[in-house]
């Protein structure tokens, strides 16, 4: 008897250790306040977890945990002290509004703290879960890694932004992979899809400061790792070059303490895991805003509009009586063209300025002036800086930049988001708000977070945008239709959209100094709508605009920032309808892929008991050859109207709504 026994306690205590399932408890559980989500826990660290969605799990036994300098001793386990639950339902009213005037932050959490000085919050929205750890140290520490492995149910698909490096612009094409086929040598930048039968996931970030960036690894199974790049200790300029470093040296640690040890408690990064029933519920996700670090500033004096941009035309303007190029001459002509269109801003970007100095400016350009000369006009200007020669001189810099009168600064290949780089994001957006400057990061990571403290970081690159179509041929419609559902979650991203010259796939091609569009032209007026980038670029030449005054009168009508968003018809890489509105105006943005497309439009979002007047952008009868050809039309509409929306191959169309008079 006394055998068997044992021979019971044996099992048992193997069942204990080796499932991770308490036989007196049941998994803790949070469910979504609309009970579509549901999380399922484990009371062991690392913390296991799975989850279900409308009934269906598509996670199952993921894991989190951090891994400090010091070991973890097997023979005096982590338990939980304590566990708390908690709720939130306000309403939130943002100072930039990407996507709406107002966003409702409505979620359950629950807080498992452990006897290890960490604590980790658990919070679950009707758009996804995301979770992060706290801890409580109170001497300088390091962290060898953080353990954040997502395990899927079944055979899945990705959509993998495939990476060859940590030192990154982040600009890539998402590769539709099986889940199973990306090996553990084969690693990805985020925001990553996942594909589910009747759902989708998109994996990011936010709350992301003094801390790495997370990046997914394959496992050669149904799922993924998290990978961080280690802080550096030491790198160099690469011989030649005034931007690109080579990195001699990492340390051992993702993360080392800076902190005074009474200053150690701490919070990390959110991991979000955002969460669509449909598609077109990504094009409304709004975790990343939601879970970042709260206002930080006085933001009143940030203010959204669009670009008039040089670079991606290589400055080619002609039919003027001077010689273009760098010089004030031409910019002024810039600020001329911004001023008669209602064009907040034009930049200065690569070539103003000796690359040895953002405050050598070469010999034919006059910044005071130029900057003068467009308040004269009631535009502003923003110059464009990189990020190494900016952080030699930053204080005297930025101060000179206040002091001409600039508007903001493009700080650009910072290409990397180790613990110190993502550290640099932030010092610049503290140094450039106490100046009143705007921030474009360009060479970036996506969106973390960083824009609700400092809404001055208006905008930032960071995606595979239209500057790719001057030396390569896979922007493609389809490329485009994938970067709303994916990228966008995380963050306004500056594609500089605007191409003038418009070609179909049969008949682009490359040129670095004269590009064109791969899709049409009512597509590219479309991404002013479908896009989200509080500072909108005109990627395309004055001369170009001036020359097509119809299409340029119709994108400077379309503003920056949104009331509301309501998306109509949406399918991952294959097409989205989306009306916005600003003010008592609502806008209308279609774009579809490689294939023609003929969807029905219903326009019951417009208020009842009123008639509109809509303007509508379309492609032309002949767009499927010639991709410029366009039509303009203007019809009455009400909230009962419907239409059918013809789009061309790599096509698109765009609405202006206004009341009737």
Do not use: C
Not at 533 to 560: N, R
Not at 602 to 627: I, V, W, Y
Request: net charge neutral; hydrophobic share 40%.
């Amino acid at each position: 008897m006394n055998y068997l026994y044992r021979i019971i306690s044996v099992l048992i205590t193997f069942l204990l250790f080796n499932t991770h399932i308490s036989v007196f408890a049941q998994p803790l559980q949070v469910t979504s306040p609309d009970g579509s989500i549901k999380l399922f826990l484990s009371e062991t660290y690392p913390i296991e977890y799975s989850i279900s969605v409308s009934g269906s799990m598509i996670i199952s036994k993921a894991t989190a945990a951090l891994y400090f300098n010091e070991p973890n001793n097997p023979h005096n386990p982590i338990t939980i002290k304590n566990i708390k639950r908690s709720s939130q339902n306000r309403l939130l009213t943002p100072h930039i509004k990407q996507k709406s005037a107002q966003i409702v932050e409505h979620y359950n959490q629950i807080t498992l703290i452990f006897d290890n000085q960490q604590t980790v919050n658990f919070r679950v929205f009707n758009s996804g879960i995301a979770y992060r750890f706290n801890t409580f140290m109170t001497d300088h520490f390091a962290i060898k890694n953080e353990l954040a492995q997502f395990k899927f149910i079944d055979s899945t698909r990705t959509l993998f932004p495939a990476e060859k490096s940590f030192v990154s612009h982040n600009e890539r094409t998402y590769e539709s992979k099986q889940l199973s086929a990306i090996t553990e040598n084969e690693f990805a930048s985020l925001p990553l899809m996942v594909e589910f039968n009747k759902s989708k996931l998109v994996i990011t970030e936010s709350g992301l400061k003094d801390y790495p960036g997370m990046w997914l690894q394959g496992t050669g199974r149904e799922s993924l790792r998290a990978t961080f790049p280690k802080t550096i200790v030491s790198s160099k300029l690469q011989k030649g070059s005034d931007r690109n470093e080579v990195i001699e040296q990492r340390s051992p640690f993702i993360f080392e303490s800076k902190l005074a040890p009474q200053a150690n408690s701490r919070s990390f990064p959110w991991r979000i895991l955002a969460i669509s029933k449909d598609d077109s519920e990504l094009l409304t996700n709004q975790l990343s805003y939601l879970l970042a670090d709260e206002l930080a500033i006085n933001p009143s004096w940030v203010k959204p509009g669009q670009v008039a941009w040089d670079w991606w035309n290589a400055n080619n303007v002609y039919g003027v009586d001077f010689i273009a190029g760098i010089n004030t001459q031409t910019y002024k002509y810039y600020i001329d063209f911004a001023a008669k269109n209602g064009i907040e801003y034009i930049i200065l970007d690569e070539g103003w300025h000796h690359l040895d100095s953002v405050m050598n400016v070469v010999e034919d350009i006059d910044v005071k002036e130029i900057i003068a000369y467009g308040k004269l006009k009631n535009v502003d200007v923003i110059l464009w800086v990189i990020w190494k020669t900016l952080d030699t001189q930053l204080t005297e810099a930025l101060d000179l930049f206040a002091h001409w009168g600039a508007a903001g600064i493009k700080v650009d290949f910072m290409q990397r988001d180790d613990q110190a780089m993502v550290n640099y994001y932030w010092k610049i957006a503290r140094e450039t708000a106490k100046r009143k400057l705007l921030v474009n990061f360009h060479g970036s990571y996506k969106p973390a977070g960083l824009r609700r403290a400092y809404p001055n970081v208006i905008t930032r690159e960071g995606v595979r945008g239209l500057e790719h179509n001057k030396w390569a041929n896979y922007i493609t419609a389809e490329h485009n239709l994938t970067l709303p559902f994916i990228r966008q979650v995380a963050g306004p991203m500056d594609y500089t959209p605007g191409a003038m010259s418009n070609a179909q796939p049969n008949n682009f091609s490359i040129s670095f100094a004269r590009p064109m569009s791969k899709t049409t032209r009512a597509h590219q007026v479309a991404m002013y709508i479908v896009y989200e980038s509080p500072l909108q670029m005109l990627a395309d030449s004055p001369s170009a605009y001036v020359k097509e005054s119809q299409t340029t009168e119709f994108i400077t009508a379309i503003p920056t920032v949104w009331d509301e968003t309501h998306v109509i018809s949406a399918k991952l890489a294959d097409h989205i309808v989306i009306a916005r509105r600003n003010g008592t105006q609502w806008y209308l943005g279609a774009m579809g892929n490689s294939n023609e497309h003929k969807i029905n439009v219903d326009l019951s979002f417009l208020p009842a008991n009123k008639r509109f007047e809509m303007t509508l952008f379309k492609d032309g009868l002949n767009a499927d050859k010639f991709a410029s050809d366009h039509k303009i039309e203007t019809k009455p509409v009400t909230h009962n109207s419907t239409f059918i929306l013809n789009l061309a191959p790599s096509g698109g169309a765009a609405a202006i709504i206004k009341e009737a008079q």
